[in-house]
C-alpha cells in the first residue's frame, strides 16, 4: 500500500520558517516528479512546488523566492522548506506524486495533509 505521510506543519507568526516533509512508503518515487499543494477553505487546492526526479525545482509565482523544494531519495523523502511565511501562505499542504509531464497537474498519490497556520 503506497503512504504519503506529511509532517512539519504548525502555528508560525509573519516572518516565521517551517520545514515540511513527506515521507513516501510502498513504492519508491526516485525515478518520478513530486509535488507540494495547498488548499484552503471554500478554494480548490493549488499547485506550490515540484521537483523532477533530476532535481529541478518549479514554483507558483507567490512562493518564488520563499519556498524551496527538495528531496532524499535515499529517505523516499520530499521537503519543503518555507521561509518568509505570510498569512496567505496559510493552508493546509499536501503531498502529492508522481506527476505526470504537466507538473503542476496531481499524480494518484495523496498524503494526508499538514496545517500551516501563518499569524499576523
Known amino acids: 500500500q503506497v503512504q504519503l505521510v506529511e509532517s512539519g506543519g504548525g502555528l508560525v507568526q509573519v516572518g516565521g520558517s517551517l520545514r515540511l516533509s513527506c515521507a513516501a512508503s510502498?513504492?519508491?518515487?526516485?525515478?518520478?516528479?513530486m509535488g507540494w499543494f495547498r488548499q484552503v477553505p471554500g478554494k480548490e487546492r493549488e499547485f506550490v512546488a515540484a521537483?523532477?526526479?533530476?532535481?529541478?525545482?518549479y514554483y507558483v509565482d507567490s512562493v518564488k523566492g520563499r519556498f524551496t523544494i527538495s528531496r532524499d531519495n535515499v529517505k523516499n523523502t520530499v521537503y519543503l522548506q518555507m521561509n518568509s511565511l505570510k498569512p496567505e501562505d496559510t493552508a493546509v499542504y499536501y503531498c502529492?506524486?508522481?506527476?505526470?509531464?504537466?507538473?503542476?497537474?496531481?499524480?494518484?498519490?495523496w498524503g494526508q495533509g499538514t496545517q500551516v497556520t501563518v499569524s499576523s
Open positions: 521537483i523532477t526526479w533530476r532535481g529541478r525545482s
Open positions: 510502498g513504492r519508491t518515487f526516485t525515478s518520478d516528479s
Open positions: 502529492n506524486g508522481p506527476l505526470g509531464v504537466v507538473l503542476t497537474q496531481p499524480g494518484d498519490y
